[in-house]
């Protein structure tokens, strides 16, 4: 069978947090032809986590893994930087569902965080891991009654947290902005490409990674064949943690199954002290808004800003200088509107990054062809559920069992979707629908 890969990841604005570390050691591309006993492709936190949990559980054998670009370029350094511990549907308007499945939800979140906290620790890995949970906060009375909700489905799970007013928000966060919000405790914040490129520059002895090489055609047979510009490798086994990427091999029934939609960030530039004294609030937060479609805010301990807003859905997995644009004036309208106190800041990076998703909310996980494992589709989830699906691919891989495995293997697989134009018609205007509705909270 030929998966041609005629979606590779593109430069999709310029991330400020990719951007703002010190340039990376050179790069070692997949060169001539090369064997592996593992395969692993796409260097997110999936394909990170995977590689390292192979390693550790077979120590003799070789592990490549391969990226297109660098690490932390790509999605996994592109996000928020929440890694988060509670339920996080984004089709649900207060993030949270069915009891039984959030549950097993937060101890995979948990069991992500743990074994990320633990690599970071052993590793050393200056990525501002900060462990100060997270805000949400509402602002229009829909936005209130969501976290309400959400408050409820909390209590509900026995879960810890605490409502605050808007006085306490302004002190947390200096603006007056929000009427109300929440802090749950669980959450890890990071700088996400620190955390990738750590995790990549850590990796143990028998993984090899390849950057700098995107592959342009898999054969699967009883030995797969993944074939660059400038080399090919051959593996029995391989394991797909390409994500939204992954959306082109219809061939293995995936395109049509996990949708590639996009989100947008933007980074200022740094506050002057003067500035920041002028905001006042916690020198570092992260918020998330009441309504998904809303905007969510980290203030960083380097004085920076993050705004992140805006949908779309990309098919073509890529972010036209057009919609870079437009992303950025929602983003510059959002901070003027919580930010009214610093007139003068200006938005210096801007950029695009592909989440993966499925209607219902489920994922292509385990083996979907001989040989062949599936890592795919954290569904908004990025930090906690890539790293989770990583550890958890390989353990299932190699026959190891767990209460957490068995939690992954109960979730759905992804809904088959409409054919196109239907799809993209559908998608798009749901998007644009949910946006409108988030109102200020945008």
């Known amino acids: 069978m030929q998966l041609p890969c005629n979606i590779i990841p593109q430069d999709d604005g310029r991330c400020g947090w990719y951007e703002s570390l010190p ?32 390693a550790e559980l077979q120590p003799d054998k070789q592990i490549a893994l391969i990226e297109a670009r660098r690490v932390g370029f790509g999605a996994a350094g592109r996000n928020s930087g929440f890694m988060i511990d509670l339920p996080h549907d984004l089709t649900s308007h207060s993030y949270t569902g069915a009891r039984e499945a959030d549950f097993r939800q937060i101890c995979l979140n948990r069991g992500a965080i743990d074994f990320m906290r633990n690599i970071v620790t052993r590793n050393n890995i200056e990525c501002d891991w900060q462990e100060n949970g997270k805000l949400h906060g509402a602002v229009e009375p829909h936005g209130i009654k969501a976290l309400e909700a959400f408050a409820k489905g909390l209590s509900a799970l026995n879960e810890p947290y605490e409502q605050l007013d808007g006085e306490a928000m302004k002190r947390l966060t200096g603006t007056s902005f929000y009427k109300a919000g929440l802090h749950a405790p669980g959450a890890v914040l990071v700088q996400p490409a620190a955390l990738a490129r750590g995790l990549g520059a850590t990796l143990p002895e028998n993984v090899q990674l390849y950057e700098d090489s995107p592959v342009r055609n898999i054969q699967l047979a009883a030995i797969h064949t993944l074939a660059t510009d400038q080399g090919k490798i051959t593996t029995p086994k ?7 990427y992954a959306a082109q091999f219809g061939q293995l ?36 808004p009441a309504d998904p479609m809303g905007t969510t805010v980290r203030r960083l301990g380097n004085g920076r800003i993050c705004i992140r807003n805006s ?9 036209s200088a057009q919609r870079l644009k437009r992303a950025l004036a ?10 009214p106190m610093l007139p003068k800041v200006t938005l210096e990076y801007t950029w695009g990054g592909a989440l993966c998703v499925s209607r219902n909310g489920g994922a292509p996980f385990g083996q979907i062809r001989p040989g062949v494992f599936s890592a795919l589709c954290q569904n908004g989830l990025g ?26 293997l109960l979730q759905p697989q992804p809904q088959s979707n409409p054919p196109e134009p239907i799809l993209g018609i559908g998608v798009r205007s749901t998007l644009a629908w949910k946006e409108w509705q988030a109102g200020t909270e945008r």
């Open 23 to 54: 340039a990376p050691a050179p790069a070692i591309p997949l060169q001539g032809n090369v064997k592996a006993d593992w395969v692993v492709l796409g260097a997110g936190l999936a394909g990170l986590a995977a590689a390292r949990r192979l």
């Open 383 to 408: 930090l906690t559920r890539g790293t989770i699906s990583g550890k958890l691919i390989a353990e299932y891989a190699l026959g190891v069992q767990s209460e957490l495995l068995d939690y992954m």
């Open 238 to 244: 391989l394991i797909l943690a390409n994500n939204a």
């Open 311 to 319: 949908f779309t859905y990309n098919p073509s997995v890529s972010a």
């Open 253 to 288: 029934g995936l395109k049509g199954r996990i949708l590639p939609v996009y989100t947008y960030g933007s980074l200022t530039r740094p506050l002057s002290a003067e500035e920041q004294a002028t905001l006042g609030g916690e020198e570092r937060w992260g918020l998330i």
């Open 330 to 339: 929602s983003h510059q309208h959002s901070f003027e509107k919580r930010f």
